[in-house]
């Protein structure tokens, strides 16, 4: 049973982010990631998209994401979220930062991802 879009998204964020899945993170990254930003897109292969997840980790002591808003849509394959981001690097230094992203999601995979950057703070 393939999972919904909107499952998908918070599992990758709840889950293989929050609670360290790198297992999980194997089963939800799509064959390919396609991670946009404004003037520029970056193909990742699978294996890049789940050592990104890996990689990333290693920097911080703790990471969290709290997503303040999700929202699915209507074609049952994108999935935009709001979310903050409390974490604490490897040195001590804790800080936040929030961002908003949307999400393609094929066959139960991550295929795609927007993001055209993260500020430091928290949603007011």
């Known amino acids: 049973m393939t999972r919904s879009a909107r499952e998908v998204v918070e599992l990758y964020n709840l889950v293989v982010w929050n609670q360290r899945d790198f297992a999980l993170a194997e089963e939800l990254m799509g064959e390919t990631v396609t ?36 929202v699915a849509g209507d074609d049952g394959e994108h999935v935009a979220i709001v979310y903050q981001s409390p974490m604490s690097l490897k040195d001590g230094t804790e800080t936040t930062v929030g961002s908003m992203e949307i999400f393609r999601v094929v066959g139960g995979r991550i295929t795609e991802v927007w993001n055209c950057g993260y500020k430091q703070g928290v949603w007011r």
């Open 35 to 70: 991670r946009h930003d404004v003037g520029e897109a970056t193909v990742l292969t699978h294996e890049q998209a789940v050592a990104r997840i890996v990689d990333h980790w290693a920097m911080f002591e703790t990471i969290r994401f709290e997503l303040n808003l999700v």
